[in-house]
């Protein structure tokens, strides 16, 4: 970190924890593991006013914000704009970019089936959307499990094949990761990287919020140094800090386009106009998304039609 900044009002806003973790969001857990092993105090706040949100996690000081959707990410901004930077000495050795390449690109992709399509949905429906009402949850649960299918280039004549190749790339990420790290404490030897965020963010996704099931889930549990790994970076750097209360459900903070409050601490009838104006922008958004998707699925009918037949046939 640069000069002698003050970190006490630094600020990291997830969604909310679940299944154990601190927040159960796979994009956010990263970015919270990340200023873990960096060892930076930091608050941490939960939003789940906006559950498609592609701005969360992110990271705020002042008037500083990081986005989740700008500049590759909120731990490529903090380490880009000098507020902590894990990989300052590593970027230029050969690994680095091919362990990268393997954990946020193929572990990514499998882990990005697992939630959508190949446990169906199950944790994800938890995760992002237990606190809408139920129609509006499964309109955009339905939603985001389309788009995901689109993402991975799904289709009902290439499902399986694509299904397989995801797999097999895992267990080729899976394996090679073993064989790099041995019983090393980090991915690089003696100190912590943003690898090491990311590769423990998916480890501790995939075992403890995964289904028993899960064929993801099944093929990480089959090397035994990775999971040793994660055990002992969670022991060390997450479990002293989880033992603590939780802190309560924020919504956005003042600085995040103009959509926050601050957090709801005080009875219902001693909430001023700005969080009552909130609360109306809240329900307008989910009502908005509502038909939104209705009609998206409306004009959308013929290819909707066609994976409701697909699910049938399996």
Not at 208 to 227: D, I, Y
Request: net charge negative.
């Amino acid at each position: 970190m640069e000069g002698d900044q003050d970190t006490s009002d630094f600020t990291l806003v997830t969604r909310k924890p679940c299944f154990g973790l601190p927040t159960a969001c796979p994009n956010c857990l990263p970015a919270y593991i990340y200023l873990k092993l960096a060892q930076l105090p930091f608050q941490l706040a939960f939003n789940s006013t906006f559950p498609d949100s592609e701005e969360l996690p992110y990271f705020e000081s002042g008037t500083y914000v990081a986005y989740n959707n700008e500049d590759g990410g909120v731990i490529e901004k903090l380490k880009k704009d000098g507020i902590v930077n894990l990989d300052s000495q590593l970027q230029s050795l050969p690994d680095y970019l091919s362990l990268k390449a393997l954990i946020v690109s193929w572990l990514d992709e499998a882990l990005t089936y697992e939630i959508w399509v190949g446990t169906e949905g199950v944790c994800a429906s938890k995760i992002y959307y237990s606190d809408l009402p139920w129609v509006i949850g499964k309109v955009l649960f339905y939603k985001q499990t389309y788009l995901t299918k689109n993402r991975l280039g799904l289709t009902k004549e290439n499902a399986e094949q694509r299904e397989k190749l995801i797999y097999k790339r895992a267990s080729e990420a899976y394996e090679a990761l073993s064989t790099r790290l041995g019983e090393q404490k980090f991915l690089f030897e003696d100190r912590p990287s943003s690898l090491d965020a990311f590769f423990l963010s998916h480890m501790l996704f995939t075992i403890q919020v995964l289904p028993e099931t899960s064929v993801l889930r099944r093929k990480l549990l089959e090397h035994s140094n990775l999971v040793r790994y994660a055990e002992r970076l969670k022991s060390e750097f997450l479990e002293e800090s989880s033992s603590s209360p939780s802190p309560p459900l924020h919504s956005f903070p003042s600085s995040f386009s103009g959509k926050g409050s601050k957090p709801k601490n005080k009875p219902k009838a001693e909430k001023s106009e700005e969080e009552k104006k909130i609360k109306k922008r809240a329900r307008f958004f989910l009502a908005a998304q509502f038909l939104a998707v209705v009609i998206y699925v409306s004009v959308m009918g013929g290819g909707s039609s066609d994976e409701v037949e697909y699910e049938d046939d399996d």
